[in-house]
């Protein structure tokens, strides 16, 4: 069992940065999948970014490009979001969320109790 907590979520205004983190409570093997997900209030949950533990090849939305960056550090067993140029849309809860499939169609089976992000204008 993953247990996954996210930590680093805030209020910030336009055009600020945050950066989450998201602390595995075991050693992530190199098959895992570790994404970032986020669900803003009466909208449905869409994923941000994931990385391939094994070799930190990454993949981001639309939404994120350019101004997110998902990286991790292996000894530490954590994954991180470094978010950019913050913009009122990207208010949302973040959800770190891991799973044991090479990055191949993720089922994500383990997940965080998320942290808030809020962005004022």
């Known amino acids: 069992l993953v247990q996954l907590v996210e930590s680093g979520g805030g209020s910030v205004q336009a055009g600020g940065s945050l950066r989450l983190s998201c602390a595995a409570s075991i050693s992530i093997y190199s098959n895992y999948c570790m994404g970032w997900f986020r669900q803003a209030q009466g909208k449905e949950r869409e994923q941000v970014a994931y990385?391939?533990?094994?070799?930190?090849?990454?993949s981001y939305a639309d939404s994120g490009k350019g101004r997110f960056t998902i990286s991790r550090d292996i000894t530490k067993n954590t994954v991180y979001l470094l978010m950019n140029s913050l913009k009122p849309e990207d208010t949302a809860m973040y959800y770190c969320?891991?799973?044991?499939?090479?990055?191949?169609?993720?089922?994500?089976?383990?997940w965080g109790q998320g942290t808030q992000v809020t962005v004022s204008s």
């Open positions: 990385i391939y533990w094994l070799n930190g090849a990454t």
């Open positions: 969320a891991a799973d044991p499939s090479f990055c191949q169609g993720s089922s994500w089976p383990y």
